[in-house]
Every structure is written in C-alpha cells, then in structure tokens.
C-alpha cells in the first residue's frame, strides 16, 4: 500500500489549489479515503473524507463549502480541491487509508499568505 500526495505549494488568500493523493497497492474504492491536515503546534485534523462504493463526502466545519474531495476510480485516485483558502488552512495536508492497518502519504505542504 502506498499514497503519495501532490499538488501543495503557495497561493494567496482566497486562491485555490488541488490536492491529489495518488493510491497504488489496494483499491481505494473499496475503502473511506481521508485527508488530514496539521499546522505547527496544532493537532492533526481530519479536514474531508469520501466513503467506500458511493463515495459519499464528508467535512469538516471549518473547511464546509469551500473544499471538495472527490475520486477518480479509473485511476486510484482521491482529490481535495480548495477554494476561497484562508491563512488558516496553512499545514501539511495528508491523504489517509486504513487498510488492515493505517497507511499515510508524505504529505504536502500548503501555505496560505499574502
């Protein structure tokens, strides 16, 4: 099993960005996907995460309406796009699977300021 997250870098409040977390050894459809996010000094946060087979969302209040996670199961892959992001939402951003055990991904840096 292996996740490997892309797509962080800098942008300017009220910008956007996409995350993509890309899943190899399993089939990801098959299990709830998350993403989690961790500022310095902040605990880690679950901020969206999509279930198995329907692939319904899920989210975190202080991320509600402004990101969307999605799938593309032809590809194994799981997406967190960010709009209207704010200096708070600056953190490491990982993807998450639990299969048989947890897996994580190396995480992606997203920094938020003007």
């Known amino acids: 099993v292996q996740l490997v997250e892309s797509g962080g870098g800098w942008v300017q409040p009220g910008g956007s960005m996409r995350l993509s977390c890309a899943a190899s050894?399993?089939?990801?459809?098959?299990?709830?996907m998350n993403w989690f996010r961790q500022a310095p000094g902040k605990e880690r946060e679950l901020v969206a995460f999509i279930t198995q087979c329907v692939g319904s969302p899920h989210y975190a209040g202080s991320v509600e309406g402004r990101f969307t996670i999605s799938r593309d199961n032809t590809k194994n892959m799981v997406y967190l796009q960010m709009n209207d992001l704010k200096p708070e939402d600056t953190a490491n951003y990982s993807c998450?699977?639990?299969?048989?055990?947890?897996?994580w991904g190396q995480g992606t840096q997203v920094t938020v300021s003007s």
């Open positions: 998450n699977a639990y299969v048989r055990r947890d897996y």
């Open positions: 050894g399993f089939t990801s459809t098959r299990y709830p």
